[in-house]
């Protein structure tokens, strides 16, 4: 046996494997995100809902094994609080709890991002490194924190501007920000799946009772009684009614 014919070189397969999105790809994901998904209404109620299904599926996740602690913040694009929540516990200046003193400054730096650029914190840091531009370049430097995870709330019929910003921070960028994102879409989807139910605006309107009606005489062969009615007198009619 010759040994050319016992020994077989694998052939390379790299350039047919998928290469991942570029981040000028990942970007332009991000901003059709956020205008593909807009809310009808938002009020303290929806972002409690929000609120709490994002730490369901955090809890839910392999990631709650691994990471153990994420922080959530909806707040009003003025800056007050509509949900806030701590997953896993609050760790000392060491670290060592699930979550870090600095995490809340973290968020909050991610939000007042999308404060001052009206768009997704994630969005921001995948555009900026397609420019090739730094924070600094950009006027985004300071308290602000370029890290995805933090996303904007836009209503329907209102597109001069978000109203809200719904983040979480476990420390990826990348999962925090599809973290947002899936919770965002499945609530839209909730909520146009329960209007959609609902039954047509005719049928919930209450019903009027039915007036009586009075009951006609029926014919039984026996003389109309006439007790009770009033008979005039042709007589009085006056001079102008006269029998024919």
Not at 60 to 87: E, N, P
Request: glycine share 10%.
């Amino acid at each position: 046996m010759s040994y050319a014919a016992s020994t077989q070189i694998p052939m390379f397969s790299g350039f047919n494997a998928q290469m991942p999105p570029s981040d000028a790809e990942l970007a332009t994901q991000a901003l059709q995100e956020e205008a593909l998904y807009r809310f009808p209404s938002f009020d303290a109620d929806a972002a409690v809902m929000l609120g709490l299904s994002i730490r369901k599926r955090f809890r839910a996740s392999s990631r709650h094994v691994k990471v153990r602690g994420m922080i959530v913040s909806i707040q009003t694009i003025a800056g007050h609080t509509l949900f806030s929540c701590t997953v896993g516990n609050l760790g000392g200046v060491d670290g060592g709890g699930d979550v870090s003193l600095d995490s809340w400054s973290c968020l909050e730096g991610m939000i007042a991002v999308v404060r001052k650029t009206g768009h997704s914190s994630y969005y921001v840091e995948k555009g900026m490194n397609a420019m090739g531009k730094t924070p600094k370049q950009l006027g985004i430097q300071g308290e602000y924190k370029i890290n995805g995870g933090a996303f904007p709330i836009w209503l329907e019929n209102a597109p001069c501007c978000p109203i809200a910003v719904v983040g979480c921070y476990s420390g990826s960028s990348q999962d925090d920000h599809h973290m947002v994102v899936t919770a965002v879409r499945d609530y839209l989807k909730k909520i146009a799946r329960d209007s959609s139910v609902l039954p047509p605006a005719s049928s919930m309107a209450p019903s009027i009772p039915a007036i009586p009606m009075p009951m006609t005489h029926q014919h039984t062969g026996r003389p109309e009684s006439t007790v009770g009615r009033r008979y005039r007198d042709p007589r009085s009619y006056g001079a102008t009614h006269k029998a024919a």
